[in-house]
């Protein structure tokens, strides 16, 4: 067998040992393709794979033509928005992610543009703390619930809304469960988002919504860019001069907000919210032990196609 592992944004040195670990121990081949800058490197590196590891890269029908011995593809991570589901299923190929494994690396970073953004971006003048915050999550997966136990310790009040977890469930994490999105952004001083970019929730972060927000409002996304109606939030910040968003997903209109919008609005030079060593080990091993087990085993826990 042989394993393609895909990364334009590579894992750390430790994760792609780990990964060549577990292919050893099977048997199998493995082979690397990090950085890539052209597609055609990818279409050429499919070729005679078994199997890939991928994080944010794109499996499109076009990879999957070209992949003609394919019969797994693993994200590394949690979002799986970059795989063409009915693509895969069309060419028998397995789909799965790696759910939770990234979530705490995620939610870290969360925090660290928090305190960037409530600190003025650290440009000495005097700030404000989060402590006594109401802290706004939205969507109460792997991500949201690692961010309500970080949150806790920066004593912040903390409420969330899911549209597909019950209110009993967040409430059982000691966290506020809010009837809406709308209610939401209305009552919190902050929101962060951690929902997946889908049909429904794209550019569902607009205008009406985020204009909801208090005075001083902040937005943080470290979910998807796809998520947000740009256009939208530029007006409404353009409007109001107090709010602020923090980011580590740059928007397609990353030029105009940062021109606009000096000293409250921040995007990492790279997507890095699963960017740890720790992630990396954790979702790159998983994914490993998950080949492994569909190709030995049958396996198909984590499947995202079925
Ligand atoms: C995820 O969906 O797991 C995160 O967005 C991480 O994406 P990355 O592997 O591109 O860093």
């Not at 990818?42 to 005679?48: R, S």
């Not at 650290?122 to 970080?150: C, D, H, P, W, Y």
């Not at 469930?169 to 506020?176: D, K, L, P, R, S």
């Not at 902040?218 to 409404?236: F, H, Q, S, Y």
Request: glycine content about 8%.
């Amino acid at each position: 067998m042989k394993i393609l592992v895909a990364t334009e944004k590579p894992f750390s040195g430790v994760a792609v040992k780990g990964i060549k670990e577990v292919f050893d121990a099977a048997g199998y081949e493995v082979a690397m393709l990090e950085k890539y800058t052209e597609k055609s490197q990818l279409l050429d590196a499919v070729k005679d794979v078994d199997a890939m590891i991928i994080r944010s890269d794109k499996v499109d029908a076009e990879v999957l033509d070209a992949a003609k011995q394919l019969k797994i593809v693993v994200r590394a991570g949690a979002g799986y928005d970059n795989i063409d589901l009915a693509a895969a299923a069309a060419h028998n190929v397995v789909a799965m992610n790696t759910p939770g494994q990234n979530a705490n690396s995620v939610a870290e970073l969360v925090f660290g543009l928090l305190v960037f953004g409530v600190r003025n971006f650290f440009n000495g003048t005097s700030g404000t703390e989060l402590k006594g915050k109401k802290l706004g999550i939205l969507a109460f997966g792997n991500v949201g619930r690692n961010v309500a136990r970080v949150a806790k310790g920066f004593g912040m009040d903390i409420a969330a809304y899911d549209a597909y977890c019950p209110a009993e469930v967040i409430e059982a994490a000691g966290v506020t469960a809010a009837k809406s999105q709308e209610e939401l952004f209305e009552t919190c001083d902050i929101v962060s988002l951690h929902i997946p970019a889908t049909p429904e929730t794209k550019q569902s972060i607009n205008y009406d919504l985020v204009g909801k927000m208090k005075k001083g409002g902040i937005l943080v996304n470290t979910a998807r860019k796809e998520v947000i109606d740009e256009a939208g939030l530029i007006k409404l910040m353009e409007e109001r001069e107090d709010l602020k968003y923090l980011t580590d997903i740059k928007p397609d209109a990353d030029a105009e907000f940062a021109e606009k919008f000096p000293g409250r609005y921040f995007a990492t030079p790279k997507k890095m919210g699963a960017q740890t060593a720790e992630a990396n080990v954790n979702a790159g091993i998983a994914a490993a032990n998950q080949i492994v087990g569909f190709l030995r085993d049958g396996i198909t826990k984590f499947q995202v196609n079925k």
